[in-house]
């Protein structure tokens, strides 16, 4: 089946940077949707940042201007690129591949960011 392959979490002080990837054994070219997803325990899981197959971009107030989020077709890899670090940015970060038709979506397994110092 599609795995996707997540890298790049961990700890990281207040205001630092961290880079997180995610690479599919499928060409992403064909899915619609590109999300980074993180869940904090306790809370739900929400939406992060998000990219579509025609590069528009979007991303939640509370990381706008700090996250980015990117992808390398070649390499059938997504990335998040995470500055200005907050506290509240602790959680587990998952990407996710979507396609309404044919329907099918894709999660990595998690990766843990923890932002303490």
């Known amino acids: 089946q599609v795995q996707l392959v997540e890298s790049g979490g961990g700890l990281v002080q207040p205001g630092g940077s961290l880079r997180l990837s995610c690479a599919a054994s499928?060409?992403?070219?064909?899915?619609?949707?590109m999300g980074w997803y993180r869940q904090a325990p306790g809370k739900q899981r929400e939406l992060v940042a998000s990219?579509?197959?025609?590069?528009?971009?979007n991303y939640a107030d509370y990381v706008k201007g700090r996250f980015t989020i990117s992808r390398d077709n070649a390499k059938n890899t997504m990335y998040l690129q995470m500055s200005s670090l907050k506290p509240e940015d602790t959680a587990v970060y998952y990407c996710n591949l979507y396609n309404a038709w044919p329907r099918r979506e894709y999660w990595g397994q998690g990766t843990q960011v923890t932002v303490s110092s």
């Open positions: 990219m579509t197959s025609t590069g528009d971009t």
């Open positions: 499928v060409s992403i070219v064909g899915f619609y949707f």
